[in-house]
């Protein structure tokens, strides 16, 4: 028998890996009389005092729009949804039958419930495609993936699994490292039981290759782990708001409130800025080191023609992030207050 070094999981001998960690180091155990702490599966053993401080910080550094966004977003929801359904009891009487039916009240109200039963099926529809997207993409990450171990860029896992502790989360969020063709982004998402971050290898490149740069990385995944912290990829989340989608002023603001929180998560998780992953973002993985930023913000934010102003609102209207120089003005301000929406 043997006990995880890092979880205090007991394990078998033949284990190689912890199954609730990942860890690969372990310390024996003679005999059958361990009495070592008693975890349940979804914890990573008592908080340290960093992660105490962390816990009590992290509910103010949610973005001042996102919650009541989220409840427009879920009226906006609810009001389609009861629109399907009453648009499927009524779309008899709308297409010049109801008087015929009218005369036989039983036919009418069969009718009309096999109505609102066609409605509700097109919702369950709507659900299980939503479902089965979440799971294709999770087949499709680790299909062509490299998931991120204690032997597979370790570096990368042992921040998975501090960040993990940090914030508490019921499960460590698996890490993938996915080729992406030049495109240097990160995101996350949800499956049953289970999370994961995906970083693109342009974006890891950073860390192993020319510029040994790991806070950077370790800064996106930390935004990253912000969304799972909020709950942004859960599926009872994105199915309250599922109908408001495409209500795009309400949703594009929405997200973009979503991200100024995950950027104040990943700031308090790092000790850093973030502003130089943020021109990682911008300038690409070989030339963000030349990118003064104070010089960055003042060629964009101190232009004062009308026409440039205008556009770049309606532009950052219709994003679902919000654009570089508003985000990373929201990181260098040292009020720490939410950043713009519009």
């Known amino acids: 028998m043997k006990i995880c070094k890092h979880c205090g999981m007991a394990l078998d001998d033949q284990t190689m890996f912890c199954p609730r960690c990942g860890s690969a180091s372990f310390r024996e155990v003679v005999g059958h009389g361990y009495a070592g702490p008693s975890l349940p599966n979804d914890s990573y053993g008592s908080p340290n005092p960093e992660a105490m401080y962390i816990q009590q910080k992290l509910k103010a550094l949610r973005h001042r729009a996102e919650l009541p966004l989220f409840g427009v977003m879920i009226g906006i929801s609810s009001l389609v949804l009861l629109f399907i359904l009453f648009r499927s009891s009524s779309i008899l009487d709308s297409s010049g039958y109801g008087g015929f039916f009218g005369a036989n009240p039983a036919l009418a109200l069969f009718l009309t419930v096999v109505g609102m039963m066609t409605g509700v099926v097109g919702i369950l529809y709507a659900v299980v495609s939503l479902i089965v997207s979440y799971y294709m993409l999770y087949a499709q990450t680790t299909s062509g993936a490299v998931q991120v171990t204690p032997v597979n860029f370790p570096e990368i896992y042992q921040k998975s699994v501090e960040y993990a502790q940090m914030l508490s989360l019921p499960y460590r969020p698996e890490v993938y490292i996915m080729q992406q063709n030049g495109v240097v982004n990160a995101f996350s998402a949800w499956m049953l039981k289970k999370r ?79 502003a130089r992953a943020m021109m990682v973002l911008t300038a690409g993985r070989h030339l963000y080191k030349y990118v003064r930023t104070e010089d960055y913000l003042q060629n964009l934010l101190n232009r004062h023609r009308a026409d440039e102003e205008v556009f770049r609102w309606i532009y950052n209207f219709f994003s679902s992030h919000p654009i570089m120089p508003y985000r990373v003005q929201a990181l260098l301000d040292p009020s720490g207050k939410s950043g713009r929406i519009l």
């Open 196 to 274: 994961y971050v995906v970083l693109n290898a342009e974006l890891v490149d950073i860390a192993y290759m020319e510029n040994k740069d790991f806070s950077s990385v370790y800064f996106v995944m930390a935004h990253e782990y912000g969304h799972h912290y909020f709950n942004h990829t859960a599926l009872w989340r994105n199915l309250l708001i599922m109908y408001a989608e495409s209500f795009f002023p309400v949703s594009m603001a929405f997200s973009r409130a979503c991200e100024y929180s995950c950027d104040r998560v990943a700031q308090l998780l790092t000790h850093q800025s973030g």
